[in-house]
């Protein structure tokens, strides 16, 4: 009992001094486009002055780039042309990202012994696909007239049911979204007396809009105008981009 008492007591004292090592907190995640770009950031003054090589590993055994004392660097294999190198002597950017460029990223520096300095755990998200907003069925009745229309992405569609008076218009019960097969979220609302479509991921978004005073004008009688008060934005139900971590690369519409 002793000696189990003994190495418990030797692996909680372990444990403890490897969570307060410097250079080994939880690593960042980031979601980046495919085709997009990655900053690997390490701070300098975590770098020893007398370190004899520094590298930033892909998934532990790949390394993608070596920094020696002697001020010189070396980009290895497949990541030759997908490297720039930054103001800060040690931090990188990975350029044009695939799929298979997803996982863990390693900042290690090697002097009197080995450290990690930083963990950049990376996924590569392709962006959604274009949104079409469908105009289903225009119908009045005396002073109103009512919308009806379908949101389409390539692997979903959402319908919504929208009516104007002579004042304003409302979507019928709460605005709609939900999540499509890609994992994408396909939202539809009214803004500004604009219907809306979006298909969005936290990488990218594509919409689709069309105002109701096209659709409804022709509808409504020769007596009737249609002077209609602003309706309020849509409600945040889009994906935010950059929601995990620092995201580069262009967003597309």
Known sequence: MKEFMMSLFLIVTLLIIIMKAPGIDA?????????????????????????????WKFVTEDVLVSFFSNG?????GVYAGRIDFSEKKHSIKLKNLQ?????????????????TLNEYNVTIQDPVSPVDLVVDSVSSASSS????????????DISSTFRCTTK??????EEKSKATKSGAS???????????????????????KTATDPLCLPHAGKSEAYEMIDTEPCKSNFYPLNFFGFCHGPTTK
């Open 27 to 55: 690593s960042t995640a980031v979601l980046v486009k495919t085709g997009g770009d990655v900053f690997l950031n390490v701070s300098e003054a975590d770098v020893p002055k007398d370190f004899h090589i520094f590298l």
């Open 72 to 76: 010189e660097s070396k980009v290895h």
């Open 99 to 115: 799929k298979s460029d997803s996982g863990l990223y390693t900042a290690v520096v090697i002097a009197a012994s080995e450290q």
């Open 145 to 156: 007239c009512n919308l009806t229309v379908t949101c389409i992405t390539e692997d979903s």
């Open 168 to 173: 304003t218009c409302y979507q019928e019960g």
């Open 186 to 208: 396909l939202h539809v609302c009214l803004s500004n007396l604009s219907i809306i479509c979006n298909h969005s991921n936290r990488v990218s978004w594509s919409e689709k």
